[in-house]
Nanobody
Framework: QVQLEESGGGLVQPGGSLRLSCAASGRIFSIYAMGWYRQAPGKQRELVANILSGGSTNYAESVKGRFTISRDYAKNTVFLQMNSLKPEDTAVYYC????????????WGQGTQVTVSS
């Protein structure tokens, strides 16, 4: 089993910044992807950004140019730097990790609340 520990959510004013972190631990085999999803009230969970084992990244159109995902491979930790935050970024953010153990396993964090409000 893989455990995910998220941190960094909170309340911020529009235009502000937050940095989310997610550290994976436990029985890790070969992580092939780490990323962040978010879910706002009444909406479906959506991909925010992910980073693959080779270093390539994907971003939702709504966050391109404002958010940056990065990874510390040695510590199995993924970061999401969020700048120029907008009220529509308000959501619960979930860390997601894909681990290849012979089959593809996906793990989710417990979620961290991000609220953008004045």
């Amino acid at each position: 089993q893989v455990q995910l520990e998220e941190s960094g959510g909170g309340l911020v004013q529009p235009g502000g910044s937050l940095r989310l972190s997610c550290a994976a631990s436990g029985r890790i085999f070969s992580i092939y992807a780490m990323g962040w999803y978010r879910q706002a009230p009444g909406k479906q969970r959506e991909l925010v950004a992910n980073i693959l084992s080779g270093g390539s990244t994907n971003y939702a159109e709504s966050v391109k140019g404002r958010f940056t995902i990065s990874r510390d491979y040695a510590k199995n930790t993924v970061f999401l730097q969020m700048n120029s935050l907008k009220p529509e970024d308000t959501a619960v953010y979930y860390c997601n990790v894909g681990d290849y153990t012979g089959i593809h396993q996906t793990y989710w964090g417990q979620g961290t609340q991000v609220t953008v409000s004045s």
